[in-house]
Nanobody, 128 residues
């Protein structure tokens, strides 16, 4: 079983930047799809970024050009660099991981509980 633990959330003013991290432990996979999704109170989950073991990345239109996903395979840490944040980005951000999956596949289905593994989330709050 794999475990995912997010960190790095916090509060920031609009226009600011934040980087959140996800440390993976336990069982790891040589081929994988990993990513981030978010959920704000009263709203549905929204997948925002994904990366696969081949290094391909994909993003939701709402964050394209502002967010960057990356991974340190040696440390098993997934990152999400978030720039030019707006109050609409306020949400709890979750790390998700599955195996044998492309980045596009991961982005499409990571919000399903059957996806694979989810972390507990980290809160990001952007004030205007």
């Amino acid at each position: 079983q794999s475990l995912l633990r997010e960190s790095g959330g916090g509060s920031v003013q609009a226009g600011g930047s934040l980087r959140i991290s996800c440390a993976a432990s336990g069982r790891t996979y040589s081929t994988y799809g990993m990513g981030w999704f978010r959920q704000a109170p009263g709203k549905e989950r929204e997948a925002v970024a994904a990366i696969d073991s081949g290094g391909s990345t994909t993003y939701a239109d709402s964050v394209k050009g502002r967010f960057t996903i990356s991974i340190d395979n040696a440390k098993n840490i997934l990152y999400l660099q978030m720039n030019n944040l707006t109050p609409e980005d306020t949400a709890r951000y979750y790390c998700a991981a599955s195996w044998d999956m492309t980045a596009k596949e991961a982005l499409n289905i990571m919000t399903s509980p059957a996806f694979g593994y989810w972390g507990q989330g980290t809160q990001v709050t952007v004030s205007s």
